[in-house]
Every structure is written in C-alpha cells, then in structure tokens.
Nanobody, 121 residues
Framework: QVQLVESGVGLVQAGGSLRLSCAGS????????VGWFRQAPGKERGFVAAISRSDVTIYSADFVEGRFTISRDNAKNTVYLQMNNLKPEDTAVYYCATGGWGTTESQYDYWGQGTQVTVSS
C-alpha cells in the first residue's frame, strides 16, 4: 500500500512562489513516476507535471510556461513542485499521484488527498 501526503503553504499573492511537497511511503513510490494534477473550482482535474523514476520530466503545455519545476529526492521519498510567478488562475487543489507515469489520471494508481493552493490578485 502506498500513502501520499501533500503539503505546502496554501495562500500566496500573485507573482509569488510556492513549493509543494509530496511525501510517499513504500517501495512503489521510489520505483515509480510521480505526477502532479490540479482541480480548480468547477473544472475537471488536469495534468500539471510529472517526473519518472529516472528523472525524466514532463509539463503541461497549457499553462506551466516555464514557471513550474518538478523534482524528486529519492532519499527522502519526496517529490517537489516548485511554482514561481503564480497567477490567480493557478488557484486549485493540487494532487500528487504515483504508481504509474504519464499525463492522464488513469495512468496512476495511488493518489494523495490534495492540498489547496490559493493565489490572490
């Protein structure tokens, strides 16, 4: 069984930065890709970024625009999402997922509970 716990300061002003953490337990986490998804109010959950077990990274082409960086520290079983130059439209619940690899929800087996990010204008 894999457990994922997301954390990070939840409120930031537009233009600010925020780093989210996803701490995982179990061998699956260190041997799998990890993805970040987000769900804004009234919208479907969508892909943000992912990192493979060999540190290959992919990002959403829709809104990341070089502002976000995903990284992992396998010694700490943690994946990070550094978000810079945040915009109000980045406001969403952010979820991390593992047990797979790719840009769609169905490609992951395990999900965290989500963490709220609010960007004020």
């Amino acid at each position: 069984q894999v457990q994922l716990v997301e954390s990070g300061v939840g409120l930031v002003q537009a233009g600010g930065s925020l780093r989210l953490s996803c701490a995982g337990s179990g061998r699956t986490f260190s041997m799998s890709g990890v993805g970040w998804f987000r769900q804004a109010p009234g919208k479907e959950r969508g892909f943000v970024a992912a990192i493979s077990r060999s540190d290959v990274t992919i990002y959403s082409a829709d809104f990341v625009e070089g502002r976000f960086t995903i990284s992992r520290d396998n010694a700490k079983n943690t994946v990070y999402l550094q978000m810079n130059n945040l915009k109000p439209e980045d406001t969403a619940v952010y979820y991390c997922a593992t047990g797979g690899w790719g840009t769609t929800e169905s490609q992951y087996d395990y999900w965290g509970q989500g963490t709220q990010v609010t960007v004020s204008s």
